[in-house]
């Protein structure tokens, strides 16, 4: 028989395989199912590799950890082959139920609620609840896939109508000023936990203030401090997003910036919603999907075309960069670049929301870089053009912002190995691991697989080969 046979559902349970579908890691579940001991017969490297139309070499890399297989498309043909039952996928798994366990809730569907404020609240308390109430391993085993395409979009497009009128409770349930100060202080206690790890007393904490805040949303009255306090709640969804994201959850992260969305819309800051917008275009860049990414992208230029400022007109034209850089569309990259260069060249710092200032010269050269290197993947003659913009960010980055200096670090090490300078990119990645290994972010541990993966066809050097050893060792650790 030329592929592998049906399991029972038991063969699944197995401590192993159950490790590795709970880790999400496809490379150990490869490993689990090759070594399980139901098999009758060995599975060999040769064999299961001749079952999934790769190399045994690539096999072998991908059980080692060496290529982290991140592409949709990959994944959903290993599982096929494999005959994984849905149920136990983290990836494109709409509609149906998890069998994780008793601790798994499906989560709320945060787009297709209701555009009216009571709705939203609602939508926000429903949504911290479930994720304040399962553990991270429950979380892990039962993500469900990222809405993409019309599914992400379509619902997301409602952004662009005026919020339904919100409904009228008593006066005595009104936000009064000095609570609504007491809110803005634990955000901005808060907000500087968004670089942390996903999971842990941040979170929570992060989580727990959300539900409250949402809760005493839930029964306040129309009125300017309840929609100032909406913009806090979009504030703190935006935080949740980007430590669900640092975790590895795609499905949670996706959940929360859409909460962003719809929590700054009944705070009538469409500008921040856009912002939310364009966080989730970069994450759907991050999971290799440039058209929706695109197309949310150009939806937030779309509904903030009267009302944005130089800094957010920059920030969105680079997201739309990111785009066609992972596209490959020269010319639109090029174009798009100069737009963002000179909406930034117009910008007066002290007329910009409290929220762009970190969009600073440091930023816009360093995106420009990365996103130019990214290009460089297409066109190797697009590398030095990268160097310099990254090379320019890393003179501006101010040092304490530690995270987007190990990002412009990496990016400048991949820049180097598309350029053809493998030792010269070694040497950065080990100026930069200590740092990294401070940092404990998924995200940026992720940028070390990328490059791990992008010098893999110069493993046989002894300074590429310590580099790749040395980043598995982080990986595993």
């Not at 496809?26 to 064999?47: F, I």
């Not at 060496?66 to 494999?82: C, G, K, S, V, Y």
């Not at 409770?169 to 206690?189: C, P």
Request: glycine share 8%.
């Amino acid at each position: 028989m030329f592929g592998p046979p049906e399991q029972p559902s038991e063969f699944w349970d197995q401590p192993a395989m159950a490790g590795a579908l709970t880790a999400r890691d496809m490379g150990a579940v490869l490993a689990a199912y090759r070594h399980h001991p139901q098999h009758v017969s060995r599975v060999t490297q040769d064999r299961m590799a001749s079952w999934l139309g790769i190399s045994q070499a690539q096999l072998s890399r991908y059980e080692s950890g060496e290529n982290p297989i991140d592409r949709m498309d990959r994944l959903r043909h290993f599982a096929q082959t494999l005959g994984i039952p849905g149920d136990r996928l983290w990836f494109d798994r709409s509609g149906i139920q998890s069998q994780a366990g008793p601790e798994t809730v499906t989560p709320p569907d945060v787009l297709g609620a209701a555009w009216d404020a009571s709705s939203i609240a609602r939508s926000v308390e429903e949504t911290a609840r479930n994720d304040l109430a399962i553990s991270r391993r429950a979380a892990l085993a039962g993500a469900a896939a990222v809405a993409v395409g019309p599914a992400l979009v379509e619902p997301l497009q409602r952004w662009l109508h005026p919020l339904q009128t919100m409904s009228r409770w008593s006066s005595s349930s009104a936000i009064s000023e000095e609570e609504l100060a007491a809110l803005q202080r634990v955000a901005d206690g808060l907000r500087g936990w968004g670089g942390r790890g996903g999971f842990g007393l941040a979170r929570k904490a992060v989580l727990g203030q959300l539900d409250e805040l949402a809760e005493r949303l839930s029964r306040a009255p129309a009125g300017p401090t309840t929609e100032r306090a909406f913009f806090i709640g979009a504030e703190l969804s935006k935080v949740a997003a980007s430590m669900s994201w640092d975790a590895g959850l795609h499905d949670a992260a996706q959940r929360y910036y859409v909460l962003g969305v719809r929590m700054a819309k009944a705070g009538r800051n469409d500008p921040f919603a856009a912002l939310c917008l364009a966080a989730m275009a970069r994450q759907m860049f991050d999971l290799g999907r440039p058209e929706d990414g695109l197309e949310l992208v150009q939806l937030a230029q779309y509904g903030t075309r009267r009302t944005a400022t130089p800094t957010l007109q920059a920030l969105l034209a680079t997201r739309e960069a990111w785009a066609y850089a992972q596209m490959g569309q020269v010319r639109e990259f090029d174009r798009v670049v100069g737009v963002a260069q000179d909406s930034f060249a117009q910008r007066e710092a002290e007329a910009e929301p409290w929220w762009l200032h970190s969009f600073d010269e440091a930023e816009l050269e360093g995106v420009i870089g990365a996103r130019t290197r990214d290009l460089a993947g297409h066109d190797p003659r697009q590398a030095p053009s990268a160097e310099l913009h990254i090379r320019r960010a890393l003179d501006l980055r101010d040092p304490s912002r530690v995270r987007n200096r190990a990002f412009d670090v990496i990016g400048l090490a991949r820049t180097k190995m598309v350029a053809g300078e493998p030792e010269e990119a070694c040497d950065l990645i080990g100026d930069v691991l200590p740092t990294v290994e401070r940092l404990s972010s998924g995200r940026v541990l992720r940028k070390l697989q990328d490059f791990s993966k992008e010098s893999e066809r110069h493993r046989d050097l002894p300074g590429v080969r310590d580099a790749r050893d040395a980043i598995r060792a982080m990986r595993t650790a």
